[in-house]
């Protein structure tokens, strides 16, 4: 017996991974991109080791030492309240018998750009919020770092972050507007660093990094990854049904289209986020009760600030310093020896307490 829309109104699995799945795996950014994805229909649990044990050398004949122990802990992805991505499309007969192309045809590309918008918007900025997809942007754990699409040194200065982190990035994400930026810039050679990749069509690498661009980011942020880090559970069951009775009175048909996806940092260190805003730092002189502190900005030093100082001194500072910057950069506040110090994302803040009597200065990313 033939299988139609009247036997059979949800797709075959076969149907549905030509008509949804596959294509949406090459027209989403982020799956693309190549991450692990994992199949399941249930809460998925990965194990990660997140402690290991320091071995010894040990001689001929030497006690070997049983005692060693690491720690486990486990990424879950795929829990049972996770939303899915859910859809209906309507056409009418007429569509079906006037259209001049398949309308087949046309169909499977609009769901395939609908859902992978959304799942990329999801995937990248989601919130996390009322069950929903956590994206990449808000992971925690992950490393951060400034972008200055004017500067270069500051992509390289994410490439450093991966490298102290042990992972290898393969994949850079960033907004479109950005990567024209970028695009533009040129070596002293009058070469461009944004180089075109003469064995893949279409592909740019940036410090030999493959770049993908997307509008899926907003502009001043970009994502360097070891993709193979980020871990994407899929449920097994996509489905796309044929409302073929629903619609009737109106002479049309429905295609309902649901699916569901996690995403998951399996080593969050191996993500790098970088944002062309402000960076913001706390500074605190650790109860010093004397002597001095400075700060250094993009390399350059401050002048020493007196230990009372107050957060209009340490602005001034700042202010002070031959950076291309001027007042409205900064943003100092606080009080009583701990502040919060806002600076542009093309350099990052620290200091040196050395100075100062009785505490220790710290400068964090707040």
Not at 242 to 253: C, F, M, N, T, W
Request: hydrophobic residues 40%; proline residues 4%.
């Amino acid at each position: 017996m033939a299988e139609s829309t009247a036997t059979n109104p949800t797709l075959l699995q076969e149907q549905v991974a030509s008509l949804l799945v596959q294509p949406l795996e090459a027209a989403s950014v982020v799956l693309a991109a190549g991450p692990k994805i994992f199949d399941t229909a249930n809460v998925l649990r990965v194990p990660k080791l997140t402690a290991g044990h320091t071995p010894s050398f040990v001689g001929e004949g030497g006690h070997l030492a049983d005692n060693a122990d690491v720690t486990f802990g486990e990424l879950k992805l795929m829990p049972t309240e996770r939303k899915s991505i859910k859809s209906i499309l309507r056409y009418s007969n007429e569509l079906v018998r006037q259209s001049v192309v398949g309308i087949d045809a046309v169909l499977k590309q609009r769901l395939v750009k609908d859902v992978s918008d959304a799942l990329d918007t999801a995937l990248l900025t989601g919130s996390g919020a009322a069950d929903s997809i956590t994206g990449l942007l808000n992971q925690a754990n992950t490393q951060t770092a400034a972008l200055d699409t004017g500067e270069p040194d500051s992509l390289l200065d994410a490439i450093a972050l991966a490298h102290a982190a042990e992972v290898t990035p393969n994949r850079w994400l960033i907004n479109s507007q950005d990567f024209v930026a970028l695009r533009k810039i040129k070596d002293n050679e009058g070469r461009y660093i944004l180089e075109a990749d003469l064995t893949a069509d279409a592909t740019y690498r940036l410090f030999g990094i493959p770049v993908t661009p997307t509008n899926k980011l907003p502009q001043g942020t970009a994502v360097l990854a070891d993709v193979g880090q980020i871990a994407v559970a899929r449920d097994t069951s996509p489905s796309v049904t044929v409302l073929s009775e629903r619609y009737a009175e109106y002479d049309q048909i429905g295609l309902r289209v649901t699916c569901r996806y996690d995403l998951g940092l399996l080593h969050p260190e191996g993500v790098i986020i970088l944002s062309a805003g402000p960076l913001t730092y706390e500074v605190d002189l650790g109860g010093a009760d004397g002597g001095t502190f400075t700060l250094t900005y993009k390399g350059r030093q401050t002048a020493p600030i007196a230990y009372n100082a107050a957060a209009s001194a340490i602005k001034s500072a700042l202010v002070a310093l031959d950076d291309g910057h001027t007042a409205d950069d900064f943003t100092v506040t606080g009080s009583a020896g701990v502040f919060t110090v806002e600076v542009p994302s093309s350099g990052t803040l620290g200091g040196d307490g050395a100075s100062l009597t009785n505490g220790s200065l710290t400068v964090e990313r707040a």
